[in-house]
């Protein structure tokens, strides 16, 4: 699901969108009325998605969606088990983003 600044980047010259930006975002052809009001909605319910994790030698860094960045440092105790965790949680917030 696109977020809004992507809706917004997709438009073209002429303040349209192709055929093929829409139906990357899952919008018929031709599309329903209404498809970018709804688009819209969706992004603002949704939420920050994560675009990618990172967790190495007791750091862990996560990427949102909305390009904010969060960055954490683990104890060594605490950091392996931590980093293992946190790779299946984010593994499977990935796989499930946009399937709400």
């Known amino acids: 699901m696109p977020t809004r600044e992507e809706i917004e980047a997709g438009k073209t010259k002429a303040g349209g969108y192709t055929r093929k930006q829409l139906e990357q975002w899952g919008v018929p052809w031709p599309p329903p009325a209404g498809w970018r009001r709804r688009l819209l909605r969706e992004a603002e319910n949704a ?3 994560v675009l990618d994790c990172s967790a190495v030698d007791g750091k862990v860094v996560v990427k949102w969606r909305d390009n904010s960045v969060v960055i954490a440092v683990l ?3 605490t950091a392996e088990a931590f980093e293992e965790r946190l790779r299946d949680v984010i593994t499977e917030a990935m796989a499930t983003d946009g399937k709400k």
Request: no cysteine.
């Open 47 to 49: 939420g920050p998605s």
């Open 75 to 77: 104890e060594p105790h």
